[in-house]
């Protein structure tokens, strides 16, 4: 899914093996991309406590500019339904936040 953003699932709650495994796969990719970004801003916050000892010069714009440049573009899944229970299904989905 390089590249991709958004992945909308419309009548999610018409369950099939198809719908399910790509629910599945869709709670991986998330659980992973979140687990990603939490190491990777556990490695910001202890770089910038290492830059803070070194120096109390602000990085440059330019660096900032790569830095964002860097960062990936992140996954959104949105899962539509008119009769599903939202809670349910918010549940299974917890953790996946990034």
């Known amino acids: 899914l390089t590249g991709v953003t958004h992945v909308f699932v ?3 709650h018409e369950r099939t093996a198809d719908a ?5 796969h869709l709670k991986g ?4 991309q979140a687990a990603e970004q939490r190491a990777a801003a ?12 070194r120096s ?13 440049q860097q960062q990936p573009l992140l996954l959104r899944v949105v899962l539509m ?8 299904l918010r549940g299974y989905f917890q953790g996946t936040e990034a």
């Open 10 to 12: 419309d009548e999610v």
């Open 20 to 24: 399910d495994f790509l629910l599945i």
């Open 29 to 32: 990719l998330l659980l992973k």
């Open 42 to 53: 556990a490695r910001a916050q202890a770089g910038d406590g290492d830059m803070m000892h």
């Open 56 to 68: 109390s010069v602000p990085a440059s714009v330019e660096s900032e500019q790569q830095q964002q």
């Open 81 to 88: 339904s008119a009769t599903i229970d939202g809670e349910q």
